[in-house]
């Protein structure tokens, strides 16, 4: 009886570990789940798309050129925070005409190619941007923005092609429209990640112009990707076709903007971004600044604290993923605008050196404050991610959501011009921080305001279409090319613009 015994509690040991370990590696294989459900439902090639796109050239190639570009102008330039502000709006307008390229991509294909011939274009661009700024001893900084610009342009050029895919699978399929951006958002934190945890070491092994040395790998693989596309030959392509297709294009986009529905949440995007005042620079000179004012952190740690930051940036897109993509636009949007504004508050305790006085150190205090930061930034920006992708109509999916992204850059540029304004009018330079608090408690109340706008913003079903119904219907007679899957092809056709 007491070797039974034995055997039954042995044997249900027995399962309660297999139970155990099936329930551990039943977690670890959601997301694999995850990622076939996509690749099944939109084809393999969007997603790798979105992943070599958004996580390896936007995350981090993005990563490794923003810590190698600031301290580039601080050390190698020897620019002022609020000049390097400027610079770095000069450096993003190639984003402010996504439009442009939009339509290149869509209506006119190259040697019988709608996209393959772009990427390729926009890989070589970034490799002999990022090789000048990496081998030239000493660059003029015009030349140098030059460089610079054209790298930022070919990761703007790659971007829409992805993004023309997303829009147009979001219509396609409204159920998984925030699926697609948390796909995107995720390998963007996570290239972002690996990326910021590297940038402080290589910017000191081998200094900001060796960091642009290896941005060449990035461009690289999208310069692969634009051999290795699989995409159908268009082999009798009329090119007189391609100056109506403009026009129509442009008809459709001003036709669509015109409506209520459209306009009204695209104003409030751009004044709830543009009024968010951008001051990293005055921040970041007055951290890495060795002074016994500041915490003169090192490049290793600032790289350590911006891997940090990519990781509250992942936990607020894994958070909108699994508990906020049902809610309202407004309501969510409400709630992370003014917790946006908040947790700007965490800059003020630290450069006034509050936390010192409470025995928090500068190290672990910025830590929080960039994880919460980063965190609630993308979970203010997922829903209008998610709002952009369902106010294009068919037909000219990939060129409107550039063209709405473009707005929203429009608004990053007027938020980058105006803090650098602000530091140039508090007189915040390289060495002289005395106004920064001021800076960063104007940046807050500013942050706020766009809570008395958000009537702008649609309320209901995020899952649901907010376009009206002669939208999203495609013109009869028009020409247009049944793909199954979205395998990065043409989108655009001509939309009734009744």
Known sequence: MMKEENLEEASGDTVEERESKRGFCGCCCIPIHWFKMLATEMHWSFVLGVVVVYGISQGLGGALNRVGTEYYMKDVQKVQPSEAQVYGGITSIPWLVKPLWGLLTDVLPIFGYRRRPYFIFAGFLGVISMLLLSLHEKLHLVL????????SAGVAI????????????????????????????????????????????????????????????????????????????????DYRQVNQRFIDAGKAMWTTLKCPDVWRPCL?????????????????????????????????????????????SLLGAILYQNVLKDYPFRDLLFWTQLLFGLSGMLDLILVLRLNLKFGISDYFF?????????????????PLLVLSAKLCPLGIEGT??????????????????????????????????????????????????????????????????????????IKEGTETQATKNIELVSLINDVDGK
């Open 144 to 151: 140098a923005l030059m460089s610079l610009t054209a790298g």
């Open 158 to 237: 790659a971007d829409v092609t992805i993004d023309a895919c997303v829009a147009q699978n979001s219509i396609n399929h409204p159920y998984l429209a925030a699926d697609m951006q948390s796909l995107c958002a995720l390998s963007s934190s996570i290239g972002a990640l690996v990326g910021f945890f590297m940038s402080g070491i290589f910017v000191h092994l081998i200094g900001p112009k060796g960091v642009f040395g290896l941005l060449t790998i990035p461009a690289g693989l999208v310069f692969l990707i634009g051999i290795l596309l699989d995409e159908p030959y268009m082999p009798n392509f």
């Open 268 to 312: 409030y995007m751009y004044i709830s971004i543009a009024v968010s005042l951008d001051i990293h620079e005055g921040m970041f000179y007055w951290y890495t600044q060795d002074s016994k004012d500041g915490p003169s952190f090192s490049q290793e740690t600032v790289g350590f604290i911006f891997s940090i930051g990519s990781v509250g």
């Open 366 to 382: 910025i830590v929080i404050d960039e994880s919460v930061f980063r965190m609630i930034g993308r979970l203010k920006w997922m």
């Open 400 to 473: 409107f959501f550039a063209l709405l992204m473009s707005i929203d850059n429009v608004g990053l540029l007027s938020a980058t011009w105006g803090g650098g304004f602000l530091l140039h009018v508090l007189k915040v330079t390289r060495t002289n921080f005395d106004s920064l608090w001021l800076a960063i408690l104007i940046r807050n109340l500013l942050r706020v305001s766009p809570l008395f706008l958000l009537y702008l913003v649609p309320r209901g079903d995020p899952n649901s279409s907010f376009l009206p119904a002669e939208f999203l219907e």
